[in-house]
């Protein structure tokens, strides 16, 4: 199966102030392209693989592939399935999940204490990486960071609302001031 670039629900420009034009096209059209034309050639080797990326994902340590192929899957089939997520958290067509709210205040004690945890998880991962909600194997909210392009799936985990905290997804606009990004993800997060 080829898969293709996830198109977005809005256009580059819709996150500005806080997310710049510049930033959006050259992530989207550019990055996440890379991810997925690497993810489609390994995947291109293993005709008897079905199933979407996610499940593939998910059950990766199973998977009959060349070691060499799992981490390049891991590496670039996390790429593409953490980015087409993130494009669907940051929709701006995105309404207050009211529920998904109550579920964070019952579990960290309050919104804004989750938001502290998270914006913690995405500042103090050290490198290229994420930040996670998840729902855990427990059916559980948690909040942790991932290195590289390293997705929860390969816990069994199921992701709720992430952040990009590579470089490319902040350089152009915010340089070397990680914090100011993620604080200003706040902003553009329609779901809380």
């Known amino acids: 199966m080829t898969y293709n670039l996830p198109k977005l629900n809005y256009s580059y420009d819709a996150l500005e102030p806080y997310i710049d034009k510049a930033t959006m096209e ?3 059209s550019k990055h996440h392209q890379v991810y997925t034309d690497k993810m489609n050639m390994v995947l291109e080797k293993y005709s008897q693989l079905k199933g979407e990326p996610e499940e593939l994902m998910s059950k990766l340590d199973s998977l009959d592939m060349s070691k060499i192929d ?4 891991q ?6 399935i953490n980015h087409k997520f993130f494009w669907q958290v940051l929709d701006p067509a995105n309404k207050r999940d009211e529920g998904l709210v109550k579920e964070i205040e019952n579990t960290f004690g309050s919104l804004d ?7 913690d998880a995405a500042k103090t991962q050290f490198g290229s990486g994420w930040a996670w909600l998840v729902r855990n194997s427990q059916n559980k909210l948690e909040v ?4 590289n392009q390293d997705s929860p799936l390969l816990q069994n985990h199921t992701p709720i609302i992430c952040l990009d905290v590579w470089e490319h997804a902040y350089y152009l606009k915010y340089q070397n001031k990680r914090p100011e990004y993620v604080d200003n993800f706040w902003q553009v997060l329609k779901l809380l």
């Open 26 to 28: 050259i992530h989207h």
């Open 70 to 73: 799992k981490q390049t899957f």
């Open 75 to 80: 590496n670039h089939g996390g790429g593409y």
């Open 113 to 119: 204490s989750f938001k502290e945890k998270f914006s």
């Open 144 to 147: 942790y960071s991932t290195s």
